[in-house]
């Protein structure tokens, strides 16, 4: 693993969180972590962190709130030890915005929580996962929940 930066996927759900929580356990604390939500206009894919609501169709807003939702990440990174700095990003398809930062940025790996199904399914799919783990030669961390495979 080179030196880079880890770039965590974080959609601000339970699931999210868990991804952060999975990275300490693994990690050396010093490690930056780059806490990215991304988004897609009219289907954005993360959980807004103050659990407000947003025109979809209104750029800034979402941008704003993607951005929010990161940094509500990067500050559970920092309580556990990290530097963390909160990225958002638009891409279309989502899996494509988490890799080309981890491109743009030399990160030593990705991490991501599998499983994420239902009305928060857009960023941390099974099928983000499967197509992260298609398109990049980085290492991939992929943080399963509890009971998942029950």
Same mark, same amino acid.
């Given at each position: ?7 965590? @996927?974080?959609? #601000?759900?339970? &699931?999210? +969180?868990?991804?952060?929580? !999975? %990275?300490?356990?693994?990690? $050396? ?40 939702? @990161?940094?509500? #990440?990067?500050? &559970?990174? +920092?309580?556990?030890?990290? !530097? %963390?700095?909160?990225?958002? $990003? ?61």
């Amino acid at each position: 693993m080179n030196d880079g930066p880890i770039v965590v @996927a974080f959609d #601000g759900s339970d &699931l999210g +969180r868990l991804a952060i929580e !999975q %990275a300490e356990k693994l990690l $050396r604390p010093d490690r930056l972590l780059l806490v990215v939500c991304v988004w897609q206009p009219f289907d954005v894919g993360f959980v807004p962190a103050d659990g407000g609501s947003f025109n979809a169709e209104h750029v800034p807003a979402v941008r704003a709130a993607a951005l929010q939702t @990161a940094e509500q #990440g990067a500050e &559970l990174a +920092r309580e556990l030890g990290f !530097q %963390a700095q909160a990225v958002e $990003r638009e891409a279309s398809p989502i899996w494509k915005g988490i890799a080309e930062l981890a491109d743009e940025r030399d990160a030593a790996a990705i991490v991501l929580c599998a499983h994420c199904h239902g009305r928060f399914g857009g960023l941390l799919s099974g099928s983000v996962t499967s197509s992260i783990t298609a398109h990049t030669e980085r290492t991939v961390i992929i943080a399963h929940p509890r009971g998942a495979r029950d």
